[in-house]
């Protein structure tokens, strides 16, 4: 479907870094890692896009890629702010329609609520607090990290 966007025209970089997005989900990160390069030769100034581009590189050994990518999204000013980017970029542009954004509404709320759920479920780890073995237990999911 996202290339079939793509050759009809409707090529830009938030498009080309769903598709390294989902091309990372199938394992694919060479193909995940050309489409991120070209979402930064589309949008130079994407620092999310960029720092997409330098988790990828990393992972695929390119050490010296990565930290050049991690350099240009630090620069664009992406610090801290790639959630909020991300979350912007759920949302939809302004321009877009109102079931696009009603949409991107939802699925970033239910992101940003799974994301306090999970803070508030493991903060008694985080902050060294004392709880029983059962509520321990219950926040190990996988038995590698017991």
């Not at 990565?66 to 759920?90: C, N, V, W």
């Amino acid at each position: 479907m996202l290339a079939g966007a793509i050759a009809g025209g409707q090529d830009g970089a938030p498009l080309r870094s769903l598709l390294g997005l989902v091309l990372h989900q199938l394992g694919d990160l060479s193909g995940c890692e050309r489409e991120l390069r070209e979402a930064v030769r589309l949008a130079p100034g994407d620092g999310a896009a960029e720092f997409a581009l330098a988790s990828i590189c990393y992972r695929l050994g390119n050490e010296a890629d990565a930290e050049a990518a991690t350099r240009r999204a630090i620069a664009a000013g992406l610090d801290d702010s790639h959630a909020y980017l991300l979350l912007g970029r759920i949302l939809g542009p302004a321009a877009a329609s109102y079931r696009r954004r009603q949409v991107g509404a939802i699925a970033g709320g239910v992101y940003l609520v799974t994301v306090l759920a999970l803070f508030a479920l493991f903060w008694p780890i985080w902050t060294d607090q004392l709880i029983t073995t059962p509520h321990w237990l219950q926040r190990i999911w996988f038995h590698r990290w017991i």
